[in-house]
Structures are given as C-alpha cells and as structure tokens.
C-alpha cells in the first residue's frame, strides 16, 4: 500500500488510528499493540500477500536468534554466541542475496563464461533491504546484550511498524521500544497530531506535485532519447535530482509525520543534503539512518580508522562500495557506490592539507558532484549513462530550447517549466527543511488554510499509482 493512495489515506490510516486508540482507551494495552502489528503485516500484504510468509518467517527466525543471544546464561551454557551471530546474519544476507542479487549472479555468468541459463525474474519483495538491515542491527544489539526485553509481540511491532517498514528509515530496537511502552504514548496527542498531519501534508506535496511532475523528464532523457545535447542533458540530470530528492524527503515527512501521529518519533532521515559542504556531509544529510548503519555494522567492524592511513582509506571504500550494491543489483551502482566511496577518501586526504575553501564555491562543487554521480544511479546500462554525461560534457552539441511562455521546449521531446525550475533552486537552497519546520511548528489559522490548499491540490492529482523511488532498493 502507498502512502500517497486514496486507500491509504482515506481508510487505512483513520481506521488503523482511531481503533489503536480506542483500544488504548479501554485499557487493553496488549491488543492495541496486536492491532497495530496486524494493520502493519496487512499495509505489507496489501501489494502482494504471498510475501507475507516471508517477512513473518524472517521476524521468527531473527527474534529466535536475537532471543538466543541475549541470554544472559548463554555463556554458562557454553553457547558459541559469534557462530550464532554469523549464523543469524548470513541467513539475512542469503535472503537478500536471493532475491535481489540471484538474477544479476546469472546474467553476469552467461556473459563471463558464455552461458546460457535462464533467469529466474524474481520481484524483489517491499521493504526487503530495509527489514533486513534492521533485523541485522538487532541481531548485532542482542549479540552486545543491550536488547532488554523478550516479547515477540514487540519484536513484531519493532520490525512491521507500518510508517518506516517499507523504506525506512532503518531503526535500533533501543530507540524504539522505550517508545512503544510509554504509557503517556498510548493517550491521543493534540499537538503531534497537528505536526503529524502537516509533515504528511508536505510530503504529499512533495511527492505528487514536485517529483512526478519531474518524473516524465527524467524518462524522457533517460529512457526515451537516443542524444541529448548540452541543455537537455543538463535538464535531464537537475531533474532527476530533484526528483529522487523531493520523492526521497517526501516519503521521510510522511513517515515520520505518519508516526508523529502515533506518539513515537522516527529517527531523523533526511537534513537538507543539497547544502552539504562536503561529501562526508552530504553522507550525514542524505539518507542517515542508511550512514548509520554502514557506519556502525560495516566501517568500524571492518577497522574504521584505527590501523593506519591506507586501511582507513580502503575501509571508507569498500564501506560504500557495499552501500552502493546495496542500492540496487547493477554494474552501475556499483560505479555509483565506488565514486561516492572513492570521494570520501578524497575529502580524508584533502582535510589533512587544512586548505578552506569558499562555503558556496564547496556547496557548489559538493552538489555537482552529487548530481553528475546520480546519473550512474538513475540509468538503467551504462550507454544511458554515456548518453547524458556524453551531453552534460558537450560531447553532443549544443542546441538552444525554444521559449515558449514558461516551457524550455527542446528537439527531443523534452520540454520543462523553468519557473518551476528557479522554485525549487530556491527550496531547496533557500528554506528550512520540513524536519527543522516542525520543530518550531506552532498552528495557527494561517497554517491550516496553507496545509488545507497543499491538501487539496495532493488529493486532487493522486491519478495513477506512483511508488516512490527507494521502494525498488
């Protein structure tokens, strides 16, 4: 189910909220969170209900293990609790393997040894990438002992809670369960229900009326266009951007505008990482939950900067050459990831110089960079890939697009509004981000007629499903 469907808003999440706390109401605690865990593995089934014995397979499986390492007695028992762990966390890999990577294992075979066995064209299940490396951060938590209680029920709800179980963000079961337990949680909040509502009010704005009016562009110049000369591709570069950027921070503002109304705060996902200064700092703005992660569970096991120089140069490398596979099955994300890694390392070795750069001149060459990487991201083969950067570079000529009133019309079919262009430079470059909004949101009648118009021009243009971005990684 999307979160930018009538179904969902309209049904799903009324029904879901008034019954969670109803029930909370009357005292029946434990059913309220049963409720909550079942309309969760039911938002999960309701695009595909045969996956549903995945995930429920993979919660058992993962809480037996989590169970089994947090047994204080397990060392007494002389229970090998590193063989488990890596048991537990290869189990998560395989999966994740198998369904993401099994198919591009083959194609990558036949073309190696001039084979020819046959695909398996297997759909990736929702959300897989995103249960997985939560459910692996808790095997982890459990393995140091810091996971304090035992109750499947809350398991469920940590690894299904419906906000975030699709594409994040990825959560620690400390951060979480405190939260679910709070008694003060269970009772009906005036004021996070109003912050809740105008984040999904911005999300839905942004994802409906800014990243799927770019998203024809960015097909048309990708996947359409045989050239593209120096504006169009340029064109096609910006607006895939801000496509993935507002899709991206969309989904964030609606999932933890989602949960804000729920009483439990998300972990921040998303700051502003368009105003990154630095490539480390764009990894601190974008997607943060994910940085965490291959912070905690990939950089620092694999040595982070403790052993020297060059190791720590070839961990932040194969840190995010990992996140980059991680993205996405393709030789492309794997460029994608090496640039980002390779950046990183960059940026170590340049602050050793202790040379200070212009903030805007460092925020410029950052957010090029970052723009000129996503084509790799984007494309679906690397002659796409060729195609744009071909264009960007000059490689294809230069033609001039025609003005017509506010359209920029270009001989390949590609034609943009550049007013809307210039608006979201300005958004993006010019205002506070949607998470630093609700930190001093106070309502006020100006506000609800605001959010009241964002409302309606979302609701009016939900024409067609559109799934957002991440939920293919």
Not at 158 to 163: A, D, L, N
Not at 277 to 304: A, C, E
Not at 362 to 384: G, H, Y
Request: glycine share 6%; net charge positive.
């Amino acid at each position: 189910m999307l979160f930018n469907s009538y179904e969902f808003l309209l049904i799903f999440l009324p029904v879901t909220f008034f019954i969670y706390f109803f029930l909370n109401k009357i005292k029946l605690l434990q059913l309220s969170k049963g409720w909550l865990v079942l309309a969760s593995l039911f938002f999960y089934s309701y695009w595909n209900i045969k996956y549903l014995p995945l995930i429920l397979c993979s919660m058992l499986f993962n809480y037996s293990i989590g169970t089994t390492l947090n047994n204080p007695e397990a060392t007494k028992l002389k229970i090998n609790r590193k063989a488990i762990l890596t048991f537990g966390i290869t189990c998560n890999l395989l999966l994740l393997g198998y369904y993401k990577y099994f198919d591009f294992f083959i194609t990558n075979i036949n073309i190696a040894f001039n084979g020819n066995y046959n695909l398996l064209h297997i759909i990736l299940p929702l959300g897989i990438s995103f249960f997985t490396f939560t459910q692996i951060a808790y095997l982890v938590d459990a393995y140091k002992q810091e996971v304090k209680e035992a109750d499947f029920l809350n398991y469920a709800l940590f690894v299904t809670y419906f906000p975030h179980l699709i594409a994040g963000p990825i959560l620690h079961h400390s951060e979480m369960m405190p939260q679910f337990s709070k008694l003060r949680a269970k009772i009906i909040n005036h004021k996070n229900i109003s912050i809740g509502l105008a984040l999904l009010t911005i999300g839905l704005f942004k994802k409906i009326i800014i990243a799927d009016n770019l998203a024809p562009i960015v097909h048309q110049g990708f996947d359409v266009s045989t050239t593209l000369a120096f504006f169009e591709a340029w064109i096609t570069s910006l607006s895939y951007t801000f496509q993935l950027y507002f899709d991206f921070s969309g989904y964030t503002d609606m999932a933890l505008g989602l949960s804000m109304m729920f009483n439990i705060k998300l972990p921040e996902n998303f700051n502003s990482p368009y105003k990154a200064q630095n490539i480390q700092d764009f990894w601190r703005r974008w997607h943060m939950t994910l940085s965490r992660f291959l912070k905690d569970y990939v950089y620092i096991p694999f040595g982070g900067n403790r052993f020297g120089e060059f190791k720590t140069y070839s961990n932040l490398f194969i840190t995010f050459l990992l996140g980059g596979i991680w993205h996405g099955a393709a030789w492309t994300f794997v460029l994608w990831g090496s640039l980002h890694g390779l950046a990183l390392v960059i940026h170590r070795f340049w602050q050793k110089s202790r040379i200070q750069v212009n903030k805007i001149i460092s925020i410029a060459a950052t957010f090029l960079f970052v723009n000129i990487t996503w084509v790799f991201f984007r494309a679906l083969n690397f002659e796409d890939a060729q195609k744009v950067l071909n264009g960007m570079f000059g490689l294809s000529g230069f033609v001039l697009p025609r003005i017509n009133k506010f359209l920029l019309k270009f001989p390949g079919d590609i034609q943009i509004n550049w007013l809307m262009i210039l608006i979201i430079f300005i958004i993006v470059f010019g205002f506070k981000n949607s998470s630093e909004m609700a930190k001093d949101f106070k309502p006020s009648i100006l506000y609800l007629v605001i959010f009241i118009a964002l409302s309606y021009f979302s609701l009016i243009n939900i024409s067609q499903i559109s799934e957002f971005l991440y939920f293919q990684f």
